[in-house]
């Protein structure tokens, strides 16, 4: 799994060379950071259902074309696979938070998923607009740490991006 020191090492592997002062202070501020990631995935991880329900609950909100597409059992599959693939963005953004880097989400939440997006014809809006309430909802010290906050926000900023 791709992290600070799982990157650094294979950089300076791969330059055949041993990891500079550079590549060291990089792995000590991801340290220096670990538990403030660390309290920021166990906060996600104790609430994690209610962040992605209030996150789903924006999305609908802003794109209601989720909400009226007809037949009611196709209504409900789409509510249903919409909050399921939310779900497991909040989770791969709490796998980030405790390895310390992006290798969750590149590996299995973006890479993969854009494909997916593109080929099936599916739009990424609605998961970027549920994805920016999480980020903008979240505040310190009310659900965790200021440190913490900016942990949390950098990585959904990343999926944010990613999925624009």
């Known amino acids: 799994m791709k992290s600070v020191v799982t990157t650094v090492i294979a950089a300076a592997d791969a330059a055949g060379r041993f990891p500079s002062t550079s590549d060291l202070e990089s792995v ?27 996150a789903y609950d924006a999305s609908i909100k802003k794109y209601p074309y989720l909400n009226n597409s007809g037949e009611a059992n196709d209504t409900q599959t789409k509510k249903d696979k919409c909050m399921r693939d939310i779900k497991h963005y909040m989770r791969l953004v709490q796998y980030s938070l405790a390895v310390g880097g ?8 973006i890479a993969g998923g854009r494909e997916v997006y593109r080929a099936l014809n599916l739009p990424t809006a609605p998961y970027v607009e549920a994805l920016k309430f999480a980020r903008n909802r979240g505040c ?6 200021a440190q913490a906050l900016v942990e949390y926000n950098s990585l959904l900023d990343y999926v944010i991006n990613s999925l624009s």
């Open 28 to 54: 000590q501020g991801s340290i220096q950071r670990a538990s403030a990631r660390l309290e920021a995935a166990e906060k996600l991880g104790g609430n994690i259902e209610n962040v992605a329900k209030e």
């Open 102 to 109: 992006t290798g969750p989400l590149d590996e299995w939440g």
């Open 140 to 145: 310190a010290p009310r659900d965790m740490s």
